[in-house]
């Protein structure tokens, strides 16, 4: 499948913003789709995903609460709810699709990423 994230932007500490995955392909609502995002001179690292199966969503620990990932298989898109975001949250986020379905949080895992959006979160 085909990504392009987009919702990135500007936000002051203790905002909000939602990320969107939209995807192009056959299929989609048998994909697990993750998010990672990337800080400056920081390591690639894993926030969020959601498998195939209903309830199949597990969170990196610092944005458990905080952060929400949802899908719609309808309109092929998956979705980032992030509340309460502090400084550290600041990174290139990533969407990224895997046709097996399993909500992996590995990066090496997925096969299809999206191009990247910009959060930064000023304090």
């Known amino acids: 499948v085909q990504l392009q994230a987009s919702g990135g932007g500007l936000v002051q500490t203790g905002g909000s913003l939602r990320l969107s995955c939209a995807a192009s392909?056959?299929?989609?609502?048998?994909?697990?789709v993750g998010w990672f995002r990337r800080a400056p001179g920081k390591e690639r690292e894993f926030v969020a995903v959601t498998g195939w199966r209903v309830g199949g969503t597990v969170y990196q620990d610092s944005v458990k609460g905080r952060f929400t990932i949802s899908r719609d298989n309808t309109q092929n898109m998956v979705y980032l709810q992030m509340n309460s975001l502090k400084p550290e949250d600041t990174a290139v986020y990533y969407c990224?699709?895997?046709?097996?379905?399993?909500?992996?949080?590995?990066?090496?895992?997925?096969?299809?990423w999206g191009q990247g959006t910009q959060v930064t979160v000023s304090s």
């Open positions: 990224a699709a895997d046709s097996a379905g399993i909500p992996y949080t590995s990066g090496w895992r997925y096969d299809d």
């Open positions: 392909g056959r299929n989609f609502s048998r994909y697990a």
